[in-house]
């Protein structure tokens, strides 16, 4: 039976953000002392993602709210990454719930942002970010370990030609569309949440094939672009920790965010790795801005997530 502490874990857990809401993982409870996080590589995706960089980067998303809900529970996590990767390669995370700790007001802020957070893919108002804002963003991301790039008006109008050229190859690869046809039903992400076709010729939202409605979208979308100085599992589980600290951060601004991630996805579905950057290796790119109230994806029941106790 699990204790309240335990459930706390993995309801904080299980509402991380994760690639075509896939929710990659789960884990395992030793006793009270720790809690192990798994990739559920039966959740991959094998066409898009065969490097398993988006499950990584997903799963450390998941492993950030967890570290909050600890300290938001009052305790001080320590964490282990890739601790065996040999034995047991899917093992990402092992992390000891800890003594206890004195809880400041930042983790509970961040903690009570979490069931608010959403993938926001409906048009935003236009409205800047305002750079004080942004420089939070860049901050969060640097606690953990990432770099924030906010390019400008040319650099976002390449990222977007970028995203459009990727759409087109991504959609003419058949097992591509068949993966993305199978996780935008009713368990990964229905057309509730698919966001509607643009109007124009601005479209900063990925095409999941099920845009029914029609809408124009900001004229000048805002991006940031998430990178790591390196670009293997450890960046990645990295990435995913800066990401939620920054969509959390976000969140308390009332900033809304969705993904652009074609062309990074593209690289991946071609084994490519990434030329090493000045300023690091891209593992996501963020559209940014403020947009209406939009419902949640569904999440995984707590009972598919806890295999186990030992």
């Excluded at 890739?82 to 047991?88: C, G, K, R, T, V």
């Amino acid at each position: 039976m699990s204790t309240p502490l335990m459930r706390r874990i993995l309801v904080a857990a299980g509402q991380a953000p994760s690639v075509h809401n896939t929710q990659p993982w789960r884990f395992r409870f030793v006793g009270e002392e720790f809690v192990e996080l798994f990739a559920d590589r039966d959740r991959q995706l094998q066409a898009g993602d065969p490097r398993g960089r988006s499950l990584l980067v997903s799963c450390g998303a998941a492993l950030f709210n967890m570290r909050v809900a600890l300290r938001a529970a009052c305790r001080r996590p320590v964490i282990w990454l890739l601790p065996s990767p040999e034995a047991e390669p899917d093992l990402l995370a092992a992390v000891r719930i800890g003594v206890p700790a004195p809880r400041s007001a930042e983790h509970r802020e961040l903690y009570d942002r979490i069931p608010l957070r959403r993938t926001n893919r409906e048009p935003f108002d236009g409205r800047p970010v305002p750079a004080a804002v942004l420089a939070e963003l860049r901050a969060a991301a640097a606690k953990e370990g990432a770099g924030l790039v906010l390019p400008g008006r040319r650099g976002t109008a390449d990222l977007l030609d970028y995203a459009a050229i990727a759409e087109e190859e991504l959609a003419a690869d058949p097992g591509y569309r068949a993966e993305l046809a199978a996780w935008t039903g009713r368990d990964g992400l229905p057309s509730y949440v698919h966001g509607p076709h643009a109007v124009g010729d601005v479209d900063p939202i990925r095409d999941f094939g099920h845009r029914t409605r029609e809408a124009r979208f900001e004229a000048h979308p805002q991006l940031a672009v998430l990178t790591t100085p390196g670009d293997g599992p450890l960046d990645w589980l990295c990435a995913g920790q800066a990401l939620q600290r920054m969509l959390l951060t976000a969140t308390g601004h009332g900033v809304s965010a969705s993904f652009l991630n074609q062309a990074l996805d593209l690289r991946d579905m071609r084994r490519r790795g990434d030329p090493r950057h000045r300023r690091g290796h891209p593992q996501m790119i963020i559209r940014l801005g403020y947009g209406p109230a939009v419902p949640r994806a569904p999440r995984r029941p707590l009972t598919e997530l806890e295999p186990c106790l030992v």
